[in-house]
């Protein structure tokens, strides 16, 4: 049987959020990881043992262009 892939938003569908401190801006990437999570959890119709695969990939996903933006300015 084969699983349809549900179409995802983008990384952040809800408004951009502006955080006001370190703390509030670190609460606010784990929402979008765990979001991003989920709907690779979607994707591969929710089978377990993969929650960890998720997560990962989507810190990656959502990580990526900052290291990349650090590494062009140099600061990394």
């Known amino acids: 049987m084969k699983v349809e892939s549900?179409?995802?938003?983008?990384v952040s569908?809800?408004?951009v959020?502006?955080?006001d401190t370190a703390v509030d801006e670190l609460e606010l990437r784990q929402?979008?990881?765990a979001e991003a999570a989920y709907?690779?959890?979607?994707?591969r119709g929710?089978?377990?043992g993969y929650e960890w695969d998720d997560w990962l990939a989507a810190e990656a996903e959502l990580y990526q262009p900052l290291q990349e933006a650090a590494l062009d300015s140099g600061q990394l």
């Open 6 to 10: 549900t179409p995802q938003p983008a």
């Open 31 to 33: 929402r979008r990881i």
């Open 39 to 43: 709907y690779r959890a979607v994707d």
């Open 17 to 19: 959020e502006q955080p």
């Open 13 to 15: 569908p809800t408004p």
């Open 46 to 48: 929710f089978a377990s």
